[in-house]
C-alpha cells in the first residue's frame, strides 16, 4: 500500500484552498476553495493561455457603452470576476474576490464594491454563497465587512497580522479571516536578523493564538492561514479550519509522503490561558499602533496590492 502524500494527509483536519488564479493548477491539486489577489490576477492575465478571457471581458465591456475611465474600470472589475466564474467551473467550493485596496479606508466605498461583485457573480448565475469578499483588516474595512455579512455576503478579511485585527474581525462576523503567516516571518527575519524553526515561527505563533481564541470563545469566523514562505509553517498548522497554499508548496505537499500530525484542534484550543479582548474603535487603533509589525505589513500591504492593480489597470488599458 502507498503512503498518503502530505497533501492528501492535511486535507484530513484541514481545508485546502489554492492562491493561485491559474486553472491549470487548480486542476492539478483539486483544493476546495481558490482565493485570488491583485497580484495573482495580475500574473495569471499576462499568461497566453488566458488572453481569450481578457479578449471577451474587453469585448463584453465595450458593448456597455461605457468609454474611457468608466470602460477601463467597468472591464477591470468584470476581469476578476471572469476569473472567479472560471475557477468556480474547477474547484466545488469558494473562490475570493478581492477589493481595490485604493478603498481600504473608505467603509461606503467598500461595501459598494462588495455589493457590486456579489451582482456580477448572480448575473453569471453563481450563487453568493461561492463567493467570498476580500477586504483589507482596516477599522473601515472591518465596518464594510459587518455591513456585508449582515446582507448575506460573505467577507474574507485579509492582511490581517494581529490579534486585535483578528477580534475586531470576528466581533463584525466575518466568515472568513487570513492572517499572513510568511509575511510576518518575513518582518522578524528581517528585524531580528535570525532565523526561525517552524514551531517558533512567529507567524505560525500568531496563527496558533488566533485560533486558540476564536475557539475559545466560541467565535464562527473561520481562520485561514495564508502567505506561506515553507512547507514548515504549513505542518506545525495542520488541523487550522482552512490552509491557502501557493501552488510550488502544493507542489512540496504532494510529493511527499512524511507524517503529517494534527497540531490545532478545537478541544486544546479551548483550554488556552487567553483572556478575552474588548474593542472598540480607540482600543484596535491603539493595539494596532502599539504592535509595529502589524502596523508595517498591513500598509505595505496594501501599497503592494494597491501597485499591483495600477498594472494590471495599465495592462488592460494597453488592450483596450
Known amino acids: ?147 456585508l ?12 497580522f494581529s490579534l486585535a485585527q483578528a477580534v475586531a474581525c470576528a466581533d463584525a462576523k466575518a466568515r472568513l479571516i487570513s492572517p499572513f503567516v510568511g509575511r510576518i516571518l518575513d518582518w522578524f527575519k528581517k528585524s531580528t536578523g535570525k532565523d526561525f524553526a517552524p514551531a517558533e515561527d512567529p507567524g505560525v505563533l500568531s496563527v496558533k493564538e488566533i485560533y486558540a481564541y476564536y475557539k475559545k470563545f466560541g467565535h464562527a469566523t473561520e481562520v485561514m492561514g495564508a502567505s506561506f514562505r515553507n512547507v514548515g509553517e504549513i505542518v506545525e498548522l495542520a488541523g487550522c479550519d482552512l490552509l491557502t497554499i501557493s501552488p510550488p508548496l502544493l507542489a512540496e505537499l504532494k510529493n511527499s509522503t512524511a507524517p503529517i500530525t494534527r497540531k490545532l484542534n478545537p478541544d486544546l484550543a479551548k483550554q488556552s490561558p487567553i483572556e478575552k479582548l474588548m474593542l472598540d474603535e480607540k482600543k484596535f487603533r491603539w493595539l494596532l499602533n502599539e504592535n509595529q509589525m502589524a502596523t508595517e505589513k498591513t500598509s505595505e500591504g496594501i501599497r503592494l496590492f494597491n501597485a499591483d492593480a495600477m498594472k494590471l489597470e495599465k495592462f488592460v488599458a494597453t488592450k483596450l
Open 1 to 147: 500500500m502507498s503512503q498518503a502524500t502530505q497533501l492528501d494527509q492535511l486535507k484530513q483536519f484541514t481545508t485546502v484552498v489554492a492562491d493561485t488564479g491559474d486553472f491549470a493548477t487548480l486542476k492539478q491539486y483539486a483544493p476546495r476553495d481558490a482565493t485570488t489577489n491583485p497580484s495573482l490576477i495580475l500574473k495569471a492575465a499576462q499568461m497566453p493561455e488566458y488572453s481569450w478571457l481578457l479578449d471577451k471581458t474587453i469585448a463584453d465591456g465595450k458593448k456597455s457603452g461605457a468609454a474611457g475611465n468608466a470602460l477601463l474600470h467597468e472591464v477591470m472589475d468584470n476581469l476578476l470576476v471572469a476569473f472567479g466564474c472560471e475557477i468556480l467551473k474547477i474547484v466545488p467550493g469558494r473562490v475570493s474576490t478581492e477589493t481595490d485596496a485604493n478603498l481600504s479606508f473608505d467603509t461606503e466605498a467598500l461595501i459598494a464594491k462588495g455589493r457590486r461583485f456579489i451582482s456580477l457573480y448572480q448575473a453569471q448565475g453563481i450563487p453568493r454563497e461561492r463567493i467570498l469578499i476580500k477586504i483589507a483588516s482596516t477599522w473601515e474595512g472591518i465596518r464594510a465587512c459587518e455591513v
Open 149 to 160: 455579512q449582515k446582507e448575506g455576503i460573505s467577507c474574507n478579511m485579509t492582511l490581517l
